[in-house]
């Protein structure tokens, strides 16, 4: 009878020792699969601040260009108003000097 509750006694305590082992794996898996899925969502919070920062970056370069643009057609129309100006006191002078040449002849 002691021989066959001293067996009884070591499967259980084999049985307690499997389960805490099984019970430890357990906790050792999950430790595992919530370390990758912290790591998992820190490399997507990682790419999608790059990709803000891409994007951010393009729409300051977009900016930057329609600036340029804008100061481009500036200049030209500037450009086109001087020389407009140039001209029209080139007309005048022009006239000016026919009035003054007729007024010469006459």
């Known amino acids: 009878e002691e021989e066959r509750l001293a067996e009884g006694a ?5 049985k307690a020792a499997a389960e805490e082992e099984r019970q430890r794996l ?16 820190a490399a997507e919070t990682e790419r999608q601040r790059l990709e803000e920062e891409r994007l951010a ?6 900016e930057e260009k329609a600036a340029a643009e804008e100061e481009r057609q500036r200049l030209e129309e500037e450009r086109l108003a001087e020389e407009a100006k140039i001209a029209e006191e080139e007309a005048a002078a022009e006239t000016e000097r026919q009035r003054l040449e007729e ?3 006459a």
Do not use: F, Q
């Open 26 to 41: 357990e906790e050792e898996r999950l430790a595992e699969e919530a370390k990758i899925a912290e790591e998992e969502a």
């Open 10 to 14: 070591k499967i259980a305590e084999e």
């Open 57 to 62: 970056e393009g729409a300051k370069i977009a």
């Open 103 to 105: 007024e010469r002849l």
